[in-house]
């Protein structure tokens, strides 16, 4: 089974950044999305950016222009850097992958990582 596996969490203070990585092992088949998913006490999980198996990418409004998500297929990582954090951005990064099915043989997966806790210090 495919395995997610993040690291790079934790504090950092506000105006600073830092870069989150994620590892999926195991059989990955087909065109997928790999990106990054966030859920702060108290809302729920949102999305914070993913990018396709050929590069496409997709933000949440709040990242724009301060998150670059970043990936090597070879690899089957993903990447996330944060610039210019603020308190706002305190939340549970969870990696995601998620096949793109436009194929009839597809078969469809999707994997979450455990999860890796972001705070940002006023």
């Known amino acids: 089974q495919v395995q997610v596996v993040e690291s790079g969490g934790g504090l950092v203070q506000s105006g600073g950044s830092l870069s989150l990585s994620c590892a999926a092992s195991g059989s990955i088949s087909g065109p997928n999305t790999m990106g990054w998913y966030r859920q702060a006490p108290g809302k729920e999980r949102e999305l914070v950016g993913i990018?396709?198996?050929?590069?496409?990418?997709n933000y949440a409004d709040s990242v724009k222009g301060r998150f670059t998500v970043s990936r090597d297929n070879g690899r089957n990582t993903v990447y996330l850097q944060m610039n210019s954090l603020s308190p706002e951005d305190t939340a549970v990064y969870y990696c995601?992958?998620?096949?793109?099915?436009?194929?009839?043989?597809?078969?469809?997966?999707?994997?979450w990582g455990q999860g890796t806790q972001v705070t940002v210090s006023s």
């Open positions: 990018m396709t198996t050929r590069g496409r990418s």
């Open positions: 995601n992958l998620k096949s793109i099915c436009i194929n009839v043989e597809c078969r469809p997966y999707e994997y």
